[in-house]
DNA sequence: AGCGGTCAAGTTGAT
DNA sequence: ATCAACTTGACCGCT
């Protein structure tokens, strides 16, 4: 039983979600920017409902939100809590309405903060801010009812056993609603599955398999032993892979590009009976995701 | 409506 | 030194 997932946006169905930019808001008076973030806030809570049901009814089984949901929302200048903006604690229930029906529908909601959010960094700063971006995803999570925050094991500063230990005493930092939701994906470039299988065990913290940043950065580990390990790690929840294909295959000049489809090469066979989610990283979408599906025979 | 410049944030490795 | 890549090009002011 695998469940295929949609990651943040749509490709040819009308559906998006909606964001601002610092500078702009920041310009505008305190009531106008107020009046605007809400009523982002609001559109992107409707947009998530139509995302929901969009998924439910074409056989996706699971839907990552984008960071963005609430734009600005951490910003050091911009930043503002949901509750004190206009309509905000109407958002926050249509939010929480969101959560319920993703429940009833039997969808799986997830979030992946983006590359700014390093709890291995050497920097005090970059450590605070991140921990501030990730508690407010795990309080979007909370109301919507999303299982999973996950993040990449973040930069190796020369010394991945270092950053790996600052990332452990980031960890401590976490609330619970946060630190339950938390797990850590391998990347393409520093932290292969070897890397980071170790660590998720001594912690306790899922593993986020990502089998086409381990095709790009391999560390000895099979797809097989990588797939076993992972799956190891997440205890009785159901695990969570991520998959995608080469922009210009895997003899291009960079295979680290994702391509518009998945070509079912690419989709490991020692998957196929597994009782998973698979995010679909593909550029085409909810288009990529239902001619993996006809090919998988779903 | 369409176009070009711009956008909060970190880190890496190819050029 | 610059730049693309990373889960996702979208926003904004101008014409």
């Not at 949901?82 to 529908?105: E, H, I, N, W, Y």
């Not at 969808?107 to 709890?119: A, G, N």
């Not at 989709?267 to 085409?284: M, Y």
Request: glycine share 8%; net charge positive; aromatic share 8%.
């Amino acid at each position: 039983m695998i469940r295929l997932g949609l990651c943040c946006k749509f490709n040819e169905e009308p559906i998006s979600f909606r964001t601002a930019t610092a500078t702009h808001v920041l310009k505008l008076t305190p009531k106008a920017r107020a009046e605007k973030l809400a009523g982002i806030c609001q559109d992107n809570a409707a947009a998530l409902k139509r995302a929901l049901d969009y998924c439910a009814a074409n056989g996706i089984g699971s839907f990552r939100v984008n960071s963005q949901l609430l734009p600005l929302k951490t910003h050091p200048r911009a930043g503002y809590d949901l509750k004190d903006l206009p309509g905000g604690p109407g958002t926050v229930s249509v939010f929480k309405a969101c959560g319920r029906q993703a429940k009833a529908l039997g969808l799986r909601l997830t979030f992946h903060p983006d590359q700014f959010v390093l709890l291995s960094s050497p920097t005090a700063s970059v450590t605070a801010a991140s921990l501030l971006e990730l508690e407010y995803q795990a309080e979007a999570a909370e109301w919507t009812g999303a299982d999973v925050i996950n993040i990449h094991g973040g930069g190796a500063y020369g010394d991945k056993p270092a950053a790996l230990g600052r990332l452990a005493a980031a960890l401590k930092r976490l609330s619970r609603r946060a630190r339950a939701r938390l797990a850590l994906e391998n990347d393409d470039r520093t932290y292969s599955p070897a890397d980071l299988l170790p660590f998720c065990r001594e912690h306790g913290l899922p593993f986020v398999y990502d089998v086409h940043h381990h095709r790009c950065l391999p560390d000895g580990l099979s797809v097989e032993q990588a797939t076993s390990q992972a799956l190891a790690t997440w205890g009785g929840r159901e695990p969570l892979f991520h998959l995608s294909s080469p922009r210009e295959g895997w003899k291009g000049s960079d295979p680290r590009p994702h391509h518009d489809y998945i070509d079912i090469k690419d989709f490991p066979a020692c998957w196929r009976k597994l009782n998973i989610t698979v995010e679909v990283e593909a550029k085409a979408k909810e288009t990529a995701i239902a001619r993996l599906r006809r090919e998988l025979g779903m």
